[in-house]
Every structure is written in structure tokens, then in C-alpha cells.
């Protein structure tokens, strides 16, 4: 092959990338976003975001050029590719977009099918997002929530007392939307590539943005300018807008008695309601470490089965959730709102290359346990290994380099 081939073929295909080091770097920036979001570092935040971006537009670049001789009106190819068919509405968007060179002046609102794919994305990919009951507020400004369990229905005349006694097991409660931003930096080399591939990359951008911080936010959230967490105390002492961590339960063993009696029988809410199913959730860490060899067990048939528990649940890592954490409750007990969605706007605040201008596309969303005891947190810092079985947490960094 002549140089000036391999020349063309490194800039039609942006060079030779490895997909191990470009999964390990996804991470990290992964990482970096969860540390600015729980130190509260808007500019390290913004940095990490927008490096996760570039790596999104370049991969999409790639793709984009490999499937140039791809007919990507056909459904079948377009779905391979990740792409949409886009709605008539969505073109004239995205059209509009490419016309202007950028969002900059677009006053359409972003079309809300957008958003919609991308929360159905968002329910598809991450575990603990797909348990949420997420709810359209659009237009809401309070919601309903319980004060106590639903009283029984009982025969009698209808009478005031009966009425107000009905109006007490409920509450309003302000939904208070907060501002969840993610940073788009748009290429014009993205522009060119028409309004299918743009659409792609607006839809990654915000998936990976919200999937971070709508875990981090639902699983830990201060309530302060943010979701309230499941780790929270809702009848703590609030110091300055944000809410106290619960106390943690030593839990040391997955026993049947262990578990019944510390997790399910306590969501039962003093036996006033059934609790068919519950969801436990831990740090990936924790998961490998100490649930994992918990739950792994040989079968008669010689192979292994994983995930076995004597009650019914299903367990779901987080790295939102601290290391030797335990939560567990039921989803539904988790209300997330979301609110409508504006248009995508420029920011010269942000602007990393000469031939890129960066956009804010902001989502509105709100959420809490539905009361205290919605959730329960344990600390598993003593939980073992069965016994006869020797558990030893290796850090990567001792592993030889080959």
C-alpha cells in the first residue's frame, strides 16, 4: 500500500482505534463526571462532559465514514448503525440545524420524540434506570404522595369525618423542577454528515449525560438543587438544602432469617402492605467481592447458577452507590418527574476548538422516596463469603503490565 493511500484510509477512518483503550477511557471520563457531580465542581464537570462528547462525535465520525457505501435509508442497515428513521417533524429540526450551522438561533424546540427515544434508551441500557417510573410533569407543579398506606374501603354513610379522615393519608408536595445540563460541542465535520447521523449524536450525548447523573442523583441526591436520594433521611436535620445519609444496619449474611426479617418484613410497613418482590442494590465492587460469591451456587447438572436469594429480588450494581452499602426497597416506591424540555442553546463559555462552538441542552427533572421508610440502607462491610470459600479483592493496579 502506498503512503498516500494509508493516508487517506487514516483520515476517511480517523486511524486504528482500539476499542479496549477507548472503553477504558469511556470509564474514566465516566468517573471523572461522578466525582465533579459529588464535589459539586461545575468546571470539572463540564470538562469531563465535553471530553465524553468528542469521544462520542469521533466514534460517530468513524461509523459514519465506514457507512458510506451503506444505503441508510434501509431500516435494517440504519438500525445496525444505531440511526432513527426520523419523523417529519425531527428532519425539519435537524435540517434547520444543519442550515444554521449549529443550534445557535434555532428557536424550534427540540422535537420531545427525541427525548422520548432517549429515555426508553436510558430504560433499555442502565438496570437501575429501567426499575424507575419515570412520569411526565410537563405542566405540573405539585404532585400527589401518600402520607401513610392507602386505608381500606368500608361500608357506612358517607359522612364528613369519613372524608377528612381520606384527606389525611394524602399530601402535595411542590415538584420544583431542577436544571440537569448536558454540554454539546457540535463539528461542522458533524453538521455535514445530514440530520440522521446529528440525531445519533444529540440522542448519545444526552443518554450518557442523563444515565449519569439521573443514577448518581436517584440513588445519593442531596436535595439540594437536585433529586433526594434513596440513601437519604427525609426526617433529618436539613443543613443548608441538603439532607442526611439514614443510618446504616449491619447486615453480615444472606440467611433466609437474615433477610426476611431485616429487609422484607420491615417494607411490609408493619405488615400493612404485600412486598412481592424487592430490589437490592450495591457497588460493582461489593457485587463481585461479596454478593456475587453469596449467590453463586453449583447445580446438580454441574454448571453454575448466580443470583439465587430466599426471597425474591433482583440485584442491580451501581457505582452510585458507596462502597459496603446495601440498599434495598421496592422501585415504585422511587417517584422521578421530568419536566419539558427547551431549546438547545450555545454557550461561549465553553469553546475548545477553533471549528467547534459548544450548546447546553438542558432537561428539567425532580424526584424523592415516596416517604422515610420507601428504602433501606445496611451496611455490608462485615458480609462474608461462605464458608470454605476465600475471597480476595486484588486491585488492578497489582496486576504486571503485558
Same mark, same amino acid.
Given at each position: ?43 470539572? *464537570? ?21 457507512? %458510506? ?18 419523523? +417529519? ?7 434547520? $440545524? ?30 437501575? &434506570? ?87 442523583? %436517584? ?9 433526594? #436520594? ?30 426476611? /426479617? ?12 404485600? $412486598?412481592?418482590?424487592? &430490589? ?18 453449583? +447445580?446438580?447438572?454441574? /454448571? !453454575? ?9 433482583? %440485584? ?12 434495598? #426497597?421496592?422501585?415504585?416506591?422511587? *417517584? ?13 463559555? !465553553? ?7 459548544? !450548546? ?13 421508610? +420507601? ?13 470454605? %470459600? ?13
Amino acid at each position: 500500500m502506498s503512503k498516500k493511500i494509508a493516508n487517506l484510509n487514516l483520515q476517511l477512518f480517523g486511524g486504528m482505534v482500539n476499542p479496549d483503550i477507548e472503553a477504558q477511557t469511556d470509564i474514566a471520563i465516566q468517573n471523572e463526571m461522578k466525582t465533579a457531580i459529588e464535589n459539586g465542581d461545575s468546571e470539572a *464537570f463540564v470538562q469531563a462532559q465535553v471530553k465524553m462528547a468528542q469521544g462520542i462525535q469521533d466514534r460517530i465520525l468513524r461509523e459514519a465514514k465506514a457507512a %458510506i457505501n451503506e444505503d441508510v435509508n434501509d431500516e435494517s442497515v440504519m438500525a445496525k448503525r444505531g440511526l432513527n428513521p426520523l419523523t +417529519s417533524e425531527e428532519k425539519k429540526y435537524y435540517n434547520e $440545524v444543519i442550515g444554521a450551522g449549529g443550534f445557535a438561533g434555532v428557536e424550534q424546540l427540540v422535537p420531545a420524540t427525541v427525548f422520548d427515544r432517549v429515555f426508553e434508551d436510558l430504560r433499555q441500557n442502565h438496570p437501575l &434506570l429501567s426499575e424507575i417510573d419515570f412520569v411526565n410533569t410537563t405542566g405540573v407543579t405539585e404532585w400527589i404522595t401518600r402520607n401513610s398506606e392507602c386505608e381500606a374501603a368500608w361500608w357506612g354513610a358517607l359522612t364528613v369525618a369519613i372524608v377528612k379522615k381520606l384527606e389525611a393519608s394524602f399530601k402535595k408536595e411542590k415538584t420544583e423542577l431542577f436544571k440537569l445540563s448536558a454540554y454539546v460541542p457540535v463539528a461542522k465535520a458533524m453538521l455535514d454528515l445530514g440530520p440522521t447521523w446529528l440525531d445519533k449524536f444529540v440522542r448519545e450525548i444526552l443518554l450518557e449525560s442523563l444515565a449519569i447523573a439521573l443514577e448518581l442523583a %436517584i440513588v445519593a441526591g442531596t436535595g439540594k438543587e437536585q433529586p433526594i #436520594g434513596m440513601l437519604k433521611n427525609l426526617l433529618g436535620a436539613v443543613v443548608d438544602g441538603v439532607y442526611p445519609d439514614k443510618n446504616a444496619t449491619a447486615l453480615n449474611d444472606l440467611k433466609p432469617v437474615s433477610l426476611g /426479617t431485616s429487609v422484607m418484613a420491615p417494607l411490609t410497613k408493619g405488615g400493612k402492605r404485600a $412486598v412481592p418482590s424487592v &430490589l437490592i442494590m450495591v457497588n460493582p465492587l461489593d457485587y463481585w467481592a461479596k454478593i456475587f460469591p453469596n449467590t453463586t451456587m453449583l +447445580s446438580a447438572a454441574g /454448571t !453454575y447458577v448466580y443470583g439465587v436469594l430466599p426471597i425474591p429480588a433482583k %440485584i442491580i450494581q451501581s457505582v452510585a452507590v458507596p462502597q459496603n452499602k446495601l440498599i434495598a #426497597g421496592m422501585a415504585k416506591d422511587y *417517584f422521578m418527574g421530568v419536566g419539558s424540555i427547551q431549546k438547545i442553546e450555545h454557550s461561549d463559555h !465553553y469553546r475548545f476548538l477553533d471549528d467547534e462552538r459548544t !450548546y447546553i441542552a438542558k432537561q428539567y427533572a425532580n424526584g424523592k422516596p415516596i416517604d422515610n421508610d +420507601s428504602f433501606l440502607v445496611f451496611d455490608i462491610t462485615n458480609l462474608k463469603a461462605p464458608e470454605g %470459600i476465600d475471597v480476595k479483592v486484588t486491585n488492578i493496579d497489582d496486576f504486571p503490565v503485558v
